[in-house]
């Protein structure tokens, strides 16, 4: 359903350990940057898969990069230590905390997430749910 997600920052260098701490306790990729005439941007991708991706660049039109009120992306993530670990990751590297991980069973009885957001101000949300695995398996 989703070929991809790009989220907008001010300073890419600076995004980047954010991102790449979480991505790799989320045990997602980081594909090569290929120049298509935009911006510079991150990649990031389930293994053996290549959508959903998510982007990660300034925007395109050279304005300042700005976080959506009520915009929000879910990663899914291979297990509830990942989940946790990702959170801490993304702390470390400059994020906020906007919900510590934990059981939302009022979501689902095996959901499991965390929220947090970006050094700009994006609202990730890192969740696991058995459900999902078939997916990130495929």
Do not use: W
């Not at 001010?10 to 350990?17: G, I, N, T, V």
């Not at 990942?82 to 590297?93: M, N, R, T």
């Not at 499991?112 to 058995?130: F, I, S």
């Amino acid at each position: 359903m989703i070929s991809h997600v790009t989220l907008g920052v001010r300073d890419l260098a600076r995004a980047a350990p954010f991102y790449r701490a979480i991505a790799a306790e989320m045990t997602l990729v980081e594909r090569a940057f290929e120049d298509d005439g935009g911006p510079e941007m991150l990649c990031f991708h389930v293994a053996g898969l290549d959508a959903p991706r998510l982007y990660v660049a300034t925007p395109f039109d050279e304005r300042a990069a700005t976080a959506g009120n009520g915009t929000m992306i879910a990663l899914i993530a291979p297990s509830r230590a990942s989940v946790d670990a990702a959170y801490a990751a993304g702390l470390a590297q400059g994020g906020t905390d906007a919900g510590p991980p934990g059981p939302r069973p009022h979501y689902e009885p095996d959901y499991y997430g965390a929220y947090l957001r970006d050094p700009d101000g994006n609202k990730l949300h890192l969740v696991h749910r058995d459900a999902l695995q078939s997916f990130r398996q495929a």
